[in-house]
């Protein structure tokens, strides 16, 4: 369970760490964020990644083998990356919709569970 529930807040927490780091380059199409500046523009960012950490820190401590889960470190930091950039596709892809997969992406993805699978293999 403990493992559901460090993936799960991963899961949150890169939601809010994709619109933390790359939804001010939407503002824009919002028209009352289009004349924020740069100031106002990390403040914002700063807000978002507050609760980014408010959910990876969590997840990183309930999956922690040393706290009584069931990840290394290496594998915490592998299913972060993973979760990450499954996270930025599908807001990229569907919400800001400023770019479309393609092969290479697919084919990168593919490397990326070749990296889980040799980082979770015991040898």
Do not use: C
Request: hydrophobic fraction near 60%; aromatic fraction near 20%.
């Amino acid at each position: 369970m403990k493992g559901f529930y460090t993936i799960a807040l991963l899961l949150l927490s890169n939601v809010f760490m994709t619109f933390a780091w790359y939804g001010h380059l939407q503002f824009k199409k919002i028209s009352w964020l289009q004349q924020v500046g740069l100031v106002g523009v990390i403040l914002i960012s700063w807000g978002l990644a507050l609760f980014e950490y408010v959910f990876q820190v969590p997840a990183n401590k309930i999956g922690f083998e040393e706290n009584g889960g069931p990840f290394s470190m290496f594998e915490l930091k592998i299913i972060q990356e993973v979760v990450s950039l499954v996270v930025f596709t599908l807001v990229t892809v569907f919400i800001f919709r400023t770019d479309k997969l393609a092969w290479n992406h697919a084919v990168g993805f593919l490397f990326m569970v070749l990296a889980v699978y040799f980082i979770f293999k015991k040898w």
